[in-house]
């Protein structure tokens, strides 16, 4: 699945990031009976090409997160991505 996101990250870096016109709305454990006000949103994502880590950064906040330390999220994130990027 790694693979597969890294695929639709490809003109991506560290200095060009994918910016979502509308975030990507993340379903985690601790967000269950959240409103979708509440829940985390993903605004921006790339990937290091050479080293192969994949960053994002959510709404309301400009720390930059490590894909590799939420391995749960990398299969939501990739067909929520990929969603998005078909209906363009």
């Known amino acids: 699945m790694w693979n597969k996101l890294s695929s639709l990250l490809t003109n991506t870096s560290e200095k ?3 910016l979502l016109v ?5 379903d985690t454990n601790e967000d269950l009976g959240l409103s979708g006000l509440n829940q ?4 921006e994502i790339w990937e290091d090409f050479l080293e192969g880590i994949i960053t994002f950064k959510l709404y309301g ?7 590799g330390d939420y391995p749960e999220l990398v ?4 067909e929520k ?5 078909s209906n363009y």
């Open 40 to 43: 985390l949103e993903l605004t």
């Open 22 to 26: 509308e975030p990507i709305v993340l």
């Open 61 to 67: 906040t400009d720390e930059e997160f490590d894909l």
């Open 75 to 78: 299969e939501q994130i990739y």
């Open 81 to 85: 991505l990929l969603d998005k990027i």
């Open 16 to 18: 060009v990031h994918a």
